[in-house]
């Protein structure tokens, strides 16, 4: 649910730097020039947080926070003090009327999110679910690691990817980092001296900026009881060393939400491209069966009618593999979608050992197959179990 | 009763009001502040030529206006040439120059009056916390030029000039002396 906070301040600039300040953020802000507005909208829309000002015309800030206050229906509604008041004596008899937390102008933007956050459950607002973020899109991951050469091998395991890995060897690196630029996800050493990667972790997930931030424990195999205690904090996940970077990619992208459809589907020359990684594991086939259905029904959509469905990267052929690709072809027909296949010499070979594959035909390149659409009808390979 | 302004020393003045501006400055329009020129009435020294009356607001100003209330009494002036009042306004929305003139001057009066209120309101909350309590009073602009201001005849004034990375900015202060 939207938070709804409410700023009443006779400055139409201090209520455009409020909207400003929170446009990032999953919110909807409420605006009122005075006390008499700004308690009327209060009781209107109950709003999760009030920044109040303190100096306005009609009726002041420490009048309207008097009210507030007395009011059963609205004390409960937090109330943050964003004034050019701010001698001591003053910050002092506001407080004792119950405000949650007090700023003087000028402040810092940064300030301001950050004080809210501990008062609101702030989350940053996403750029609309259609447009989920992909393999392709680039990111940030901080790595808080105190031996170099791990951080080297995880820059050097995703150097395919477009994802920046920056390192960081201690707590106070990391959270300097993260209150500059925030990453997309952290990975910590959970052998950091002190437990300070616990205490990092407690830090991140009290920083607005960093409260969803996916955070990745790293430890050695065998140090089970850390970690037990970082699954049991909350970690997102925990990698264990030595580090396998194929599996690490697969959780950053499966813990940064990303659609990993690219590995497998896309447009070339105007042909949907159903390409079959090197290893199909159990894993890899469940993705692939996920985006399958929409990646067609997409292309369909957007004019394409013609699918080729690479294979020649397969190394063997299993009962998961084939029942994947029986799906795939039985959707193309389902869709009228025509379709051929591309694979190696291996597979053509071994298709011959199964019922349900020994008829199929394959093109050695993706060019004999995208030019076998210019003939009449293309060498479609019948499905068996169809 | 308020204090006597005889009391209150000029290096007290000008150290908040140099705090003030640099931290307004800093804060919240990303610019450096510096104090290049002073002068204070009734002195032993002459006020520099760019700070007399007469050449205060020659060109097209925005002069915004906050008073204080309470221990001790006065008003602060802030002077900032046209464009460069439309400049900070640009800065603190988060408009182009080319949005700033077509919302208009009351966008620009209100972005110079919320200026000056951070900017006394830090002021008076420095005298505050030094023992000189008192309360802002709503922030009021002038625009124009070649106008000045008079101060009533009980009351010493302090005009204090600042550098802001080539920008002018000048704070008028007048304290109102005794009762």
């Not at chain 1, 938070?3 to 409020?18: A, C, F, G, P």
């Not at chain 1, 119950?98 to 940053?124: S, T």
């Not at chain 2, 007290?12 to 510096?34: E, H, S, Y």
Request: aromatic share 6%; net charge negative; proline share 5%.
């Amino acid at each position: 649910m939207r938070n709804k906070i409410l700023t009443v301040d006779d400055s139409k600039t201090v209520r455009i730097i409020v909207r400003k300040t929170f446009k990032s953020y999953d919110c909807e802000i409420l605006e009122a020039a005075n006390g008499v507005e700004g308690l009327a909208l209060a009781a209107k829309s109950m709003p999760d947080l009030i920044l109040l000002d303190v100096t306005m015309p009609v009726m002041d800030g420490v009048e309207m926070l008097t009210k507030l206050k007395s009011d059963p229906q609205l004390k409960g509604i937090p109330v943050m003090m964003l004034t050019a008041e701010g001698g001591r004596d003053h910050v002092l008899k506001i407080a004792k009327i119950g405000v949650r937390d007090y700023i003087v102008k000028p402040f810092e933007e940064d300030v301001l999110v950050e004080k809210a956050g501990r008062i609101i459950d702030l989350k940053p607002l996403v750029d609309g679910p259609a447009k989920a973020r992909s393999l392709t899109d680039p990111a940030t991951i901080l790595v808080v690691e105190d031996k170099p050469a791990i951080i080297q091998q995880i820059q050097e395991g995703l150097k395919h990817t477009p994802w920046k890995i920056v390192g960081a060897a201690t707590q106070g690196e990391a959270i300097d980092y993260c209150s500059k630029t925030p990453p997309d996800l952290v990975i910590v050493s959970l052998s950091l001296p002190e437990e300070s990667a616990f205490a990092l972790f407690r830090l991140l997930r009290t920083n607005v900026k960093t409260k969803y931030t996916p955070v990745f424990g790293l430890v050695v195999k065998t140090e089970t009881g850390t970690l037990q205690q970082a699954q049991t904090v909350g970690f997102t996940t925990v990698i264990t060393k030595p580090i396998d970077c194929s599996d690490l990619e697969s959780r950053i992208a499966k813990a940064m939400n990303l659609d990993t459809s690219t590995r497998y589907f896309g447009i070339e020359e105007g042909f949907f491209v159903f390409k079959m990684p090197e290893n199909c594991t159990q894993a890899v086939l469940a993705e692939i069966s996920t985006y399958l259905k929409p990646k067609l029904t997409e292309a369909v959509d957007a004019g394409h009618n013609r699918a080729i469905i690479n294979v020649s990267a397969l190394k063997t052929l299993h009962m998961g593999v084939i029942k994947q690709l029986v799906q795939a072809m039985q959707l193309c027909r389902d869709a009228s979608v025509n379709y051929v296949l591309v694979g190696n010499a291996q597979l053509v070979s071994e298709c011959k050992g199964f019922e349900e594959t020994r008829t199929w035909s394959f093109f050695e390149t993706m060019d004999e197959a995208r030019a076998s659409f210019g003939k009449a009808a293309p060498a479609a390979p019948a499905l068996a179990t169809a | 009763m308020p204090a006597d302004t005889q009391e209150i020393s000029e290096t007290l003045i000008r150290d908040n009001i140099t705090r003030a501006v640099c931290d307004v400055f800093k804060t919240m329009l990303q610019r450096t502040a510096k104090l290049d020129q002073m002068c204070v009435s009734g002195g032993p020294d002459a006020c520099p030529p760019a700070l007399r009356d007469e050449n205060l607001a020659q060109k097209a100003q925005v002069v915004g206006t906050v008073g204080f209330l309470g221990e001790i009494n006065g008003l602060i002036y802030l002077y900032f040439d046209a464009n460069f009042a439309k400049d900070c306004t640009g800065h603190l929305l988060g408009m182009s120059a080319d949005e700033v003139t077509e919302a208009g001057d009351e966008v620009i009066n209100d972005a110079i009056g919320e200026i000056t209120n951070m900017t006394v309101g830090s002021f008076k909350n420095g005298l505050c916390d030094q023992g000189y309590p008192c309360k802002l009073t709503i922030p009021s602009i002038l625009r124009g030029s070649n106008f000045s201001i008079e101060p009533i005849s009980d009351s010493i004034r302090f005009i204090y000039s600042f550098d802001t990375q080539g920008e002018r900015l000048v704070a008028d202060i007048i304290l109102k002396v005794g009762e």
